[in-house]
C-alpha cells in the first residue's frame, strides 16, 4: 500500500511539476490598488447612499448579549434611529463568497479563476462568468451615480473596474513564510530563508506582527474612507472594513492600535470606526440627503442591516 501511495505521488509530479513551472514564468497581470477616474464636471447627486460593512461583526454580542462592561455609544444611537432587516439574504461561509453575494444579490457557493485569471462563479444554477456588471455598483450606474468603493481583503479595483469610479483596496493579510505577491520569483524562491540568512549574516529583519499589520490596513482603510465620503460626486459609497474581524489588533484599555488584543477589544474599535465615519458624513455638504446602510459580515450567518438617515 505505501508502494502504491508513492507510485501515485511520483505520478502526479509529471502534471503538477509544469503546471508550477507555467505559473513562475507566466506574467501576471499588474493589479491597481488605488484609482480615481475624474469627469470634467462631477454632478452632485440628488441623493447619496453609504454602505459599510463590518466584517465579522457579531449582532449577538454587539447588541443581544453585550458584556457588562463594553460601551458602543455609536451603536446603540445607530439602533436607535434606524430600521433594522433581519434574516436578509443571501448569505454564507467565507468573506470572499459573501461580498460578492450581497452586492450581485444571489448566492455565490464556490468561485474559481484559471490560470490567465478569468474568474468563474457556482450558484445553485452551476458555474457561470463571474458577474461583475449585475452588482449594486452596476445599478447605480444605471441610475446615474458615480460609485466609489473602499475594501479589504476582495480584490475589488479589479473584479469591480468598470463599474468604480474611485477604488482603494487592502488585500489580505501577510503569507506565512516572508511571501509577497508583488515579488518576483526568485524573490520568493528565497524568502523563506531569508530571516535565518539574516541572523547567520548578524543581521535583524525587523518584520509587523500580525497585530501591526492588521492595524496597517486598518489606518489606510480609515483615511481611504474618508477621502471618499469627502468626493461627494459619488453617489454609492461602499466601505468594507476589516473590524472587528479577528485576530484582535487593538487594546481597549490603553487605546493602541497594533496591540495584541481580543475580539472585544476589535468590538470596541468598530463602534469607534462607526462613529468617525458618521462624523465625517455629518460634516459632508451632502450629509441632508445621505442614507447610510450598517451591515454586517459574519460567517455562517444571516446578514443583518440597519439604515440611518442623516
Known sequence: SARFVLLLLGV???WMLPELVFMAVKREPHDVAAYSRTVSQDPWPERRIVWVLFDELSYDQTFDHRQADIRLPNFDRLASESVSFSNVQPVGYYTELIIPSLLWGRQVMQERSDFVGHAAVKTARGWQAYPDN?????DAKRAGMRSGAV??????CRTYARELDR???MLGSP?????????PVLWNVIAPVSKPLA????HRMKQPTTAEDHAEQYRTLMEASRNLIADEGIGFVFIHLPVPHPGGFYDRRTGRLGANGNYIDNLVLADGALGQLLAWMGESPAAARTTVIVSRSEEHTSELQSHHDL
Open 134 to 138: 449585475q452588482t449594486v455598483f452596476d
Open 167 to 169: 477604488c482603494e483596496e
Open 175 to 183: 503569507i506565512p513564510g516572508n511571501y509577497e505577491p508583488q515579488k
Open 12 to 14: 502526479a509530479i509529471f
Open 151 to 156: 475594501g479589504w481583503y476582495i480584490p475589488y
Open 199 to 202: 541572523r547567520l549574516s548578524g
